[in-house]
């Protein structure tokens, strides 16, 4: 698809992998656009049966690039970080991650759709959307709350501090945590596993179980969405944006 998102397929697993090692795998617009394309490809694509999320070294993602998004920013629904996450609500087949290193912030929510998560016992996480003056995003607000209880929850969305696996572990926020060195492994036996299932039995227990909330997913991400844009028209982000970029420029 691009430098940037590197895909490969391999016996019904396509992965997907972040690829700008560089720069944290920072999403840029046109990482978003090819993950978007990418997901929607293989749901149209018969061989793909399993979808692998991962990221280029020993980082998942540190979410947006603060400068690029300063540049495209969201505007509304038809968003390119909007119809990414709307790709990954409406995936019909299963869609695996593996975590190592930092996620943050979509990073994080991001894991709230998929249907297998597999980190390492130095993956960390990290929700700063209220210091950046912002609010939750990808329905974290709704699905959160649902895996972690409100008090957890409250927590990790209003104070914003980065936590470890054990913690997402116990925030329903990913499955299983592994040394460093087995997560590859971990995740391309459970992908390949779940490849060699039945395919449509596969598709349709992932839509009994996913179903009953897409709805209000998809009203949580219009919601979240048009409070993200206001937030970021803010004085408050504006300063912490402003905050942030002159940090990276020291």
Known sequence: MSDT???????????????RPEKKNAFTHAMYEAATAALKDAEGNADVRVVLLTGAGSVFTAGNDIGDFMEHPPAG?????????RALVDADKPILAAVDGPAV?????????????????????????????????????LLIPRTAGLALASELLLFGEPFDAATALRAGIINKVVPEGSLQQVAAERAATLASRPAEAVRVTKRLVREPLRAQIRETLAREGAEF?????????QEAFMSFMSRGRK
Do not use: W
């Not at 629904?77 to 996450?85: G, I, Q, T, W, Y």
């Not at 759709?113 to 995003?137: I, K, S």
């Open 77 to 85: 629904e038809d968003s390119a970080v909007f119809r990414f996450l």
């Open 105 to 141: 912030g979509i990073g994080t929510t991001l894991l709230l759709h998929c249907d297998y998560v597999v980190a390492t016992e130095r993956a960390r996480f990290h929700m700063p959307f209220v210091q950046l003056g912002l609010c939750a995003e990808g329905a974290s607000s």
């Open 229 to 237: 844009i206001q937030r970021l028209q803010s004085t408050e982000a």
């Open 5 to 19: 998102l590197l895909t490969k397929l391999d016996s019904g697993v396509l992965t997907l992998t972040f690829n």
